[in-house]
Nanobody
Framework: VQLQASGGGSVQVGASLRLSCVASGRTSTNNGMGWFRQAPGKEREFVAAISWSGGSTPYADSVKGRFTISRDRAKGTLYLQMNGLKPEDTAVYYC?????????????????WGQGTQVTVSS
């Protein structure tokens, strides 16, 4: 399974961006997917995840109410709509896919990772 993330960029505070992650190759059924981010000098942290059905969408407290995760199974694409961006959202954003029905915040449960896309928010 290969994951290709895109959609990052440099924006001003309060702006919006939509990240996309296209999955190719043989994917497992019922697999959960997620977004993580890593800021310079910090550990990678959980942002959001989504179950296969889309019925479960946990978020990090820092992004609740501003970010929305979704997926289009027919297109094999994961999305992260980011509104009200803040400077502390600046990071490299990674998409990840589990090979089973897991959609939580534990990065070790995700088997496949995209290459990352940079998001920079300036004030």
């Amino acid at each position: 399974v290969q994951l290709q993330a895109s959609g990052g960029g440099s924006v001003q505070v309060g702006a919006s961006l939509r990240l996309s992650c296209v999955a190719s190759g043989r994917t497992s059924t019922n697999n959960g997917m997620g977004w993580f981010r890593q800021a310079p000098g910090k550990e990678r942290e959980f942002v959001a995840a989504i179950s296969w059905s889309g019925g479960s969408t946990p978020y990090a407290d820092s992004v609740k109410g501003r970010f929305t995760i979704s997926r289009d199974r027919a297109k094999g694409t994961l999305y992260l709509q980011m509104n009200g961006l803040k400077p502390e959202d600046t990071a490299v954003y990674y998409c990840a896919a589990a090979n089973r029905a897991y959609s939580g915040s534990d990065s070790t449960q995700y088997r496949y990772w995209g290459q990352g896309t940079q998001v920079t928010v300036s004030s």
